[in-house]
């Protein structure tokens, strides 16, 4: 693929690629060297409006939302071949797009081909119940789908995270409208196409790319959203449910962290750094779920940061489509800036950089949003690092002395994503993980999740959960219905 990509992005609408109804159109940059990528519509509310009015039409006339469901299982099990075949020109064009390393982009195309398989697994298993009542009558339910579906999705995972929330939502028989985020829609719209490919009909999976304030208030605020399912930033989740409020839809919220990593000292302090780095070197710690807080017990403190150094000073930054990268730049200038930002007033407020802080030399990465990997330590746990997501690759470190000590510090904070443990004991591990105000914990492993397990934040980080096989419930109405099969008075 050449740097710059000739044939212009539309929006997907109705089973094809349309231009704005304003015809607007943006460059996006490749954030490695901030040249232009590539040329996208850039939609507006009448867009939004009118990718509703389709997907609601094709909600109610097509055999989507009917049957048993094999129809979706069909087309979600042929959309995840077609994206398996296509699967490293969907990575190439992802790593373009938003930076991160190809070999990260592969594993992110892969995750997405897996969670279409499970969804599709689960289209033709959606099922009621009966439930034994008094009298002669009979009660079953019916599992309903909601209608149109809403989906708003960040720009640190971009197909990832935008599939991960509609399939469940396909899955459950709605039609579909995705705001992928501005600065990384390219491969949501690929999909779009290739969704129509697989013969998912007409109208049901829309893609509008525009502005969050516009064309995503647009889409929640409209009469014919049935539920809005975001995945951004923890203020932003609030200004959603707020939209959301008026007519009660059902509203999913999978939002920011600040993630604690604790490690005991009897941990395996080498496995423990590696994993330390990939929670928060990965992506160039672009991540909800970045393990950005590391509460190391004072004995083991040292040796685990020369470990931790050493991981480090192993990565190679560089443009994700380079052979060897293993970390490549921000997605932007503005989020260089905002990471920079928090790392100079760390500094200033007198903690230590312990290493990395600001950009690398080498002349080229000078163009790129490149920030080298970070560890700060001696921190006040007040200050804004440790209490903001910074969403860069820095890595705030605390010690404890005793087990309530790091409890108390790894739950001191509003968000409540995830945590990891690092303990070869198992009681020490079980009784963390229970008291942890988190919804997800790994034991001696890296942020980690897969398309069975669920996903869904405590506290600031989110209402309601994604993935697992719970996930297309979520997306549908529970009907129950009662018969009386006499036809007298029925009997107590
Ligand atoms: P963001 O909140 O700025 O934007 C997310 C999406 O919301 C974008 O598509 C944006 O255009 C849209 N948006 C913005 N304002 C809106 C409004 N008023 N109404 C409707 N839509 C609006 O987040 P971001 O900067 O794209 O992504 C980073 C954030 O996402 C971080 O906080 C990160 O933790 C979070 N995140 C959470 C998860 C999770 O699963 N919990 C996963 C990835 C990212």
Redesign the pocket.
Known sequence: MSAAIDTPFGLFIGGQEVPASDGQKVTLLNPATNKPLAVTSVGGVDDARHALEVAERAFRESSWAGGDGSQRTKALFRLARLLEEQAAAFAELETLNMGKPLRESKGDIDFVVRTLEYMAGLADKIEGETIPIPGARFDYTVREPLGVTVH??????PLL?AVRSMAPALAAGNAVVL????LTPLTALRFARLAHDAGVPDGILNVVVG???EV??A??SDGRCGSVS????????R??AE?AAPRLIPTIL????KSPVIVFPDADLERAARAIATGIFQNSG????AGSRLVVEAGVEAPLLEKLKAVAQGLKLGAGVEAGVTMGPLVSKDQMDRVLGFVSEAREGGARIFLGGGRPTAPELQAGNFVEPTVVTDVDPEARMVRE?I?GPVLAVHRFEAAEEALRLANRTRYG?FASIWTRDLATAHGVARQLEAGMVTVNEPPMTFPQTP???YKE??VGF?QGRDAPLVYTRRKNVIVNLGTGKPKK
Not at 152 to 157: C, D, L, S
């Open positions: 708003i999705a960040p720009w640190n995972y995270l705001k992928p985020a501005s502005n969050g304030r995503g208030e889409l929640i975001f995945t951004g930033s923890s203020d932003v989740g200004r959603i939209l999978e939002l920011g962290g672009q991540m909800c779920w997501e969403f994503l996903f869904g934040g980080s989110g994604e």
